[in-house]
């Protein structure tokens, strides 16, 4: 899965063709454009607040972005130099040209990009799909991970829960163009007050502000003419990886992870069960936990102070800083709430 193809950047004033309109970019956010053969990655990248601080990489979900991690890389600017990428066919980056959204065609996307930057060893963090393929990519490529956080990881459940059955229905063959055409007539505001009300333990945490930011974000998204092929693709590629079995199957995968790792869990999570969280930590050698009552499937957003002190205290009690390698020493437990705002 390594790849060395030297990347071609672009800078975000040089606009990539057939785009419907611009993405958003934050306050102290940067954008590029690393092309490979046969992929584009859009990287939203948020430099460290000195010189020499380790990198790290942001790994979105399902119909998530980089946008998804705005929040948390401005508290992380102490610790590391922070990049989130754009899945291929969700954000800004267009979709693959092999038309691959399994989870290890995702995963293979992130080594790609880390070995053509030559930014590895990361600190690498995913959310719920994300979660998947940075387990995936810790176990099979450790020498690029300094440490692992997982917010909600999409791994496998044997009862999943009752409002993730959707995802596995959009992968059916047909029901992702069905859904187009019965939704339709939903207005953008609908659809992100829907995605909230799933995402969010509580939905009135997201400020006016951050609700438009959203509604602009979901009819940009509505425009692409590729956007529920991705859609599809990528779920039916989460339903395959919970079916895999053997070394290939991502609890197993787990298992092999060598980097020091943080499970983050919400209480209210209507996507991944909360009563993964005890398995999850099983899985993980030496993991610590992080357990948020209030959190939905988006804890980084819902509470990223909270998330950002965990991350820190991961990086600090793993040696993983400035100028060190990865390792699995002082990994410990260490359970928390989701306290104040």
Not at 66 to 73: E, G
Not at 128 to 152: E, K, M, N, Q
Not at 199 to 204: K, V
Not at 227 to 254: E, K, N, P
């Amino acid at each position: 899965m390594s790849s060395t193809e030297p990347p071609e950047t672009r800078t975000a004033a040089a606009p990539l063709p057939s785009r419907t309109r611009a993405v958003r970019v934050a306050d102290g956010e940067e954008l590029r454009s690393v092309a490979l053969p046969g992929l584009t990655l859009t990287v939203r990248a948020r430099p460290g607040n000195r010189p020499g601080l380790p990198p790290a990489l942001y790994v979105h979900g399902l119909a998530g972005s980089s946008q998804n991690w705005s929040a948390l890389m401005p508290l992380l600017a102490d610790h590391v130099d922070g990049e989130a990428v754009d899945l291929p066919g969700f954000g800004d980056s267009p979709p693959p040209d092999d038309s691959n959204y399994s989870v290890t065609g995702h995963a293979r996307a992130v080594i790609r990009l880390l070995d053509s930057g030559g930014r590895g060893p990361v600190h690498l963090i995913g959310n719920s799909l994300g979660g998947a393929i940075a387990t995936r990519v810790a176990a099979v490529r450790p020498d690029l991970v300094r440490t692992l956080t997982l917010v909600s990881p999409a791994l496998p459940e044997l009862r999943a829960q009752r409002n993730a059955w959707p995802t596995a229905l959009l992968a059916l063959p047909g029901v992702s163009s069905l859904f187009s055409r019965l939704t339709r007539d939903w207005t953008p505001e609908q659809r992100v007050r829907g995605v909230m009300t799933l995402c969010y333990g509580d939905p009135g945490r997201v400020t006016d502000e951050g609700f438009r930011h959203a509604v602009e974000e979901m009819e940009r998204r509505l425009e692409l003419p590729y956007f529920w092929d991705a859609m599809a693709r990528s779920s039916r590629g989460i339903v395959d990886a919970y079916t895999l079995g053997g070394q290939h199957g991502l609890w197993r995968q787990a298992e092999r992870v060598l980097a020091p790792t943080l499970l983050v869990y919400g209480g209210r999570d209507q996507l991944v069960s909360f009563r993964m969280a005890r398995k999850a930590a099983a899985a993980f050698r030496g993991s610590r936990l992080l357990t948020l009552p209030d959190a939905g499937h988006v804890a980084m957003m819902e509470y990223p102070e909270t998330v950002a002190q965990a991350i820190r205290e991961l990086i600090e009690d793993s040696g993983a800083g400035a100028g060190s390698g990865g390792g699995d020493e002082n990994s410990g437990d260490n359970s928390g709430d989701s306290g104040g705002s």
